[in-house]
């Protein structure tokens, strides 16, 4: 590893959003391999959408048959246990993930080394298991799977309400879009020059390339899963 200054990578992300689960696992695998401090951003997805104007690529019929085959492949390469839901469409588009996203922010807000681990679980819960991320008890769960205390699940489920926590998600919603973010995930490179934003979970190559350090595959020598 070289002895430079490390480099910011920031990732902004919504749970809800399975090429992001895969950008995720990749960014966490290599945050101790490469030469970067590796920050977690979590966003409401859906203001991105609205932001810039996008549309969820599963709309186009044929694109959306198209990533119901893809995921599996990806899943394989990336060893990413995702299973898709019985009902994807209601898991994204009914239920959401705007109350998942306000508890993952409160719980950063209030301890960042939880972040990482909160975050993984909730993946787990909407695409391995099929099962929910936005009711309280649902939140509980992923939270104990993630290690908080009782104490720390009790004060995240009363601060997501919070004024603090919504404008702390709409902030980083914001800082992705003025990057110029369309979806997530979307990278963000901070080098010596201007910040070079990435999009998806396939563009490790390049990211490798931009912060001078080898790309060594989704799953680097001695990397335990």
């Given at each position: 590893?070289?002895?430079?200054?490390?480099?910011?990578?920031?990732?902004?992300?919504?749970?809800?959003?399975?090429?992001?689960?895969?950008?995720?696992?990749?960014?966490?695998?290599?945050?101790?391999?490469?030469?970067?401090?590796?920050?977690?951003?979590?966003?409401?997805?859906?203001?991105?959408?609205?932001?810039?104007?996008?549309q969820p690529p599963a709309?186009?019929?044929?694109?959306?048959?198209?990533?119901?085959?893809?995921?599996?492949?990806?899943?394989?390469?990336?060893?990413?246990?995702?299973?898709?839901p019985a009902n994807t469409a209601e898991m994204m588009?009914?239920?959401?993930?705007?109350?998942?996203?306000?508890?993952?922010?409160?719980?950063?807000?209030?301890?960042?080394?939880?972040?990482?681990?909160?975050?993984?679980?909730?993946?787990?819960?909407?695409?391995?298991?099929?099962?929910?991320?936005?009711?309280?008890?649902?939140?509980?769960?992923?939270?104990?799977?993630?290690?908080?205390?009782?104490?720390?699940?009790?004060?995240?489920?009363?601060?997501?309400?919070?004024?603090?926590?919504?404008?702390?998600?709409?902030?980083?919603?914001?800082?992705?879009?003025?990057?110029?973010?369309?979806?997530?995930?979307?990278?963000?490179?901070?080098?010596?020059?201007?910040?070079?934003?990435?999009?998806?979970?396939?563009?490790?190559?390049?990211?490798?390339?931009?912060?001078?350090?080898?790309?060594?595959?989704?799953?680097?020598?001695?990397?335990?899963?």
């Amino acid at each position: 590893m070289s002895a430079s200054k490390k480099k910011t990578v920031e990732l902004f992300y919504d749970v809800v959003s399975p090429y992001t689960w895969f950008a995720f696992e990749v960014l966490c695998r290599y945050q101790h391999r490469w030469n970067m401090n590796l920050h977690l951003k979590p966003v409401f997805l859906g203001g991105i959408m609205k932001g810039a104007d996008n549309q969820p690529p599963a709309m186009v019929p044929n694109r959306g048959l198209y990533m119901r085959k893809e995921l599996k492949l990806l899943a394989k390469y990336f060893q990413v246990p995702l299973i898709e839901p019985a009902n994807t469409a209601e898991m994204m588009f009914v239920k959401g993930t705007l109350k998942t996203q306000r508890f993952i922010t409160a719980v950063d807000m209030m301890d960042s080394t939880k972040t990482e681990e909160l975050s993984r679980q909730m993946w787990h819960r909407n695409w391995s298991r099929d099962e929910d991320i936005t009711e309280p008890e649902s939140l509980k769960q992923a939270g104990k799977r993630a290690g908080l205390s009782d104490a720390q699940i009790t004060r995240g489920l009363e601060d997501m309400q919070s004024s603090k926590v919504k404008d702390r998600l709409k902030q980083f919603t914001d800082e992705a879009l003025n990057h110029g973010a369309f979806g997530s995930p979307t990278i963000i490179a901070h080098t010596s020059n201007s910040p070079v934003m990435l999009f998806g979970s396939d563009r490790f190559p390049i990211l490798a390339q931009v912060l001078g350090e080898k790309w060594e595959g989704p799953i680097p020598g001695g990397c335990k899963l």
